[in-house]
């Protein structure tokens, strides 16, 4: 099938924000997720938005949602050194079960 | 949030050899619960969903007998890698979910890493 599309890595300077991109591939998609995965730690949700909304925000995660270009994205401002970690997009294509679908992960590296 | 643990962290095995994965919910009764396998720098792939006291729903192009899901009662998911060939070496991590806020959260386990020799 498809993949969930992200580029594998992103390097900050601390302080500055990050911008990871995600293409997902189903359109009836209820909810699009953004997970963190630090070493040897299981993933974490960090948010996550339902496709009827363009934008949320969550403290210093802002997310955006094009749902006619299937693309997602996760801002973090002011990132800090504690924010290196590999972010996973993930979409449900529509289960209501729980199943998720998810993308290669975006290793994040913040340079102090 | 819920918290799922696996054992064991870390298993090498033989080639031809089965492996059991355990999969706990320490503070939740799960219904529901997902296996998940990741190779190295690749998306986390859904293998299946575990189904408390019913048969496991596996994704297409997942063996299932090669993997065996048995999810005997709300606290526990096992995975059993039948007859273990190197290509299963690979990240494998459960997930427990439960409905909240209207959306399914999942919380995660640590993964276990299984390498066939």
């Known amino acids: 099938g498809e993949d969930v599309e992200q580029s594998l890595f992103l390097s900050v300077r601390e302080g500055d924000s990050s911008v990871i991109n995600c293409t997902y591939t189903?359109?009836?998609?209820?909810?699009l997720y953004w997970y963190k995965q630090e070493p040897g730690a299981g993933l974490q949700l960090l948010t996550y938005i339902f496709s009827n909304m363009d934008m949320k925000q969550d403290q210093r995660l802002t997310v955006l949602l094009n749902k006619k270009d299937k693309h997602l994205s996760l801002r973090i401002a002011d990132t800090q050194t504690g924010d290196s970690a590999i972010y996973f997009c993930?979409?449900?294509?529509?289960?209501?079960?729980?199943?998720?679908?998810f993308g290669r992960g975006t290793q994040l590296t913040v340079w102090p | 949030g819920a918290v799922v643990s696996q054992h064991p962290s870390r298993v090498i095995c033989k080639s031809g050899t089965s492996v059991k994965i355990e999969c706990r919910s320490l503070d939740f009764q799960a219904t529901t619960m997902f296996w998940y396998r990741q190779f190295p720098k690749q998306s986390l792939m859904l293998m299946a969903t575990?189904?408390?006291?019913?048969?496991?729903?596996?994704e297409q192009g997942v063996e299932k007998d090669k993997f065996l899901i048995n999810h005997a009662s709300l606290t526990l998911s096992t995975l059993t890698v039948t007859s273990a060939h190197p290509e299963d070496s690979s990240f494998y991590i459960c997930?427990?979910?439960?409905?909240?806020?209207?959306?399914?959260?999942?919380?995660f386990g640590p993964g276990t890493r299984l390498t066939v020799l």
């Open positions: 993930a979409e449900d294509r529509g289960s209501t079960l729980g199943r998720l679908y």
């Open positions: 575990s189904n408390e006291g019913s048969k496991a729903t596996y």
């Open positions: 997930s427990v979910s439960f409905l909240a806020g209207g959306t399914n959260e999942q919380f």
């Open positions: 189903d359109s009836s998609s209820t909810y």
